[in-house]
């Protein structure tokens, strides 16, 4: 079963796939508490609720006994301009990744079911999560042996680098596992070094200070403090993982036609950036995840962005 599950996940074009055993999340239970608790979530509140769910996936999913790990690459073949507003490499693509990654993972679903009968997952609850759930991704895919988590917080895959979206399926029954991986960060700091914001620190991150968090999951103003250490990202922000050694080592253009870029994207300068309009917004970016920012706050950013150059 371990095998063919493995296998089946690669024939249906994920990268990677890890099966780690469901069990209680101890260790990370007691960091989130406490960072939670330093406010160091910022205005996620959602990250406090279903507390016992996202560090047990038994209680989330009654009857799981394992927990399947995919991974999918994103790292594209072609860069935006440098000189323009910039886009997180992971919003690149034309098409949404959660709905690329759920049909993935729905397909995996009905070839195990097929095989396995199915009551291999848990009927009436939903059990199959891309970045959408109480689900500590990165950690399970950390003990999937899909890789080590980083100093920067992102899972680091021996072979693809951190450039990968995570996708879990949670089945009710059990199978051999596989082995964790030893972090091999070192003494390397390139991460926490080169964070305008400080947000990195100790194998921690204070979203409240993150570009990331900053340009997205913020809803208000950047704060002043932070609007001139942007660095041109006007959605998202790629610094920590594009100075990461093991990203120069294995990052590699991804190979996924639903994948594919915005053109828009890669050939805009600052003008049409700044040009874009509600309207053009909703036409061009109608299926991307950047439609989950809302035209407001990318234009928001946008301006920002530009401002600092002024």
Request: aromatic content about 10%; overall charge positive.
């Amino acid at each position: 079963m371990h095998n063919f599950i493995k296998n089946m996940a690669l024939s249906l074009g994920f990268d990677a796939c890890g099966i780690a055993k469901a069990e209680e999340l101890t260790e990370d239970a007691r960091f989130m508490k406490l960072w939670i608790d330093s406010g160091q979530n910022g205005e996620m509140s959602y990250l406090a609720r279903n507390f016992e769910k996202r560090v047990d996936p038994r209680i989330l999913v009654p009857g799981c006994k394992s927990i399947v790990v995919v991974l999918l690459n994103y790292f594209p073949e072609n860069k935006q301009i440098s000189s323009s507003p910039q886009i997180a490499k992971y919003a690149y693509s034309e098409v949404d990744y959660h709905t690329v990654l759920k049909e993935k993972l729905k397909s995996l679903e009905e070839q195990i079911c097929s095989k396995y009968g199915s009551d291999s997952v848990t009927q009436g609850y939903q059990h199959l999560f891309v970045d959408s759930a109480p689900v500590l991704e990165r950690r399970w895919a950390e003990r999937a042996g899909l890789g080590w988590i980083g100093k920067h917080t992102q899972l680091i895959h021996p072979g693809l680098g951190s450039y990968t979206f995570i996708g879990i399926l949670m089945l009710r029954i059990e199978t051999d596992y596989d082995k964790s991986i030893l972090p091999h960060c070192g003494n390397c700091t390139r991460c926490i070094d080169a964070c305008p914001t400080k947000a990195l620190s100790n194998g921690t991150l204070d979203a409240r200070r993150c570009i990331s968090y900053l340009t997205i999951e913020n809803k208000n103003e950047i704060p002043s403090e932070f609007k001139t250490k942007l660095s041109g990202n006007a959605l998202g922000c790629d610094i920590c993982a594009d100075v990461c050694p093991w990203n120069k080592k294995w990052a590699i253009p991804h190979t996924h036609p639903e994948l594919s870029p915005v053109k828009e994207i890669l050939n805009w300068d600052t003008n049409s950036w700044h040009l874009l309009s509600n309207e053009n917004f909703n036409v061009i970016f109608k299926k991307s995840a950047i439609k989950r920012a809302g035209f407001g706050k990318l234009k928001q950013n946008i301006n920002v962005v530009i401002n600092n150059k002024v």
